[in-house]
């Protein structure tokens, strides 16, 4: 995690010497994909103590716009297990998230 937010911090700041010729905004927009893989984990206490664990996929799409003063952003995922299990028990879980966010500027602000 300090690795990120140290590689973050690099490359938002500005270099010594480095020519300034305008504001770059921090997200871009358009459209864009996304995916990705991981392990996961499910502890439900009203079903059973056990914990359910496996590969979890992820796959979405966002679109965002931005204008001088605030910002669209509207994002489709769909995440899913194909085996999610402890012990003898498996299942399938699936889950779709549908997003849409309002971004306003709020005032200016410096990071140093």
């Not at 995690?1 to 358009?30: C, D, H, W, Y």
């Not at 996304?34 to 796959?59: A, K, L, M, N, P």
């Not at 605030?70 to 994002?75: K, P, S, V, W």
Request: hydrophobic share 40%.
């Amino acid at each position: 995690m300090r690795s990120l937010i140290a590689a973050l911090f690099l490359v938002s700041t500005q270099s010594f010497a480095q020519e300034v010729a305008k504001n770059i905004p921090s997200f871009g927009g358009g459209l864009g994909i996304s995916g990705g893989i991981s392990y996961s984990g499910i502890c439900d206490e009203y079903v059973s103590d056990e914990r359910y664990s496996g590969i979890t996929q992820f796959y979405g799409v966002g679109w965002s716009r931005f204008r001088e003063n605030y910002g669209f952003h509207a994002n489709l995922g769909y995440q899913f297990t194909p085996q999610l299990g402890s012990g003898g028990l498996s299942a399938q879980v699936d889950q779709l998230e549908i997003g849409f966010d309002y971004l306003f500027h709020l005032s200016g602000f410096s990071l140093l």
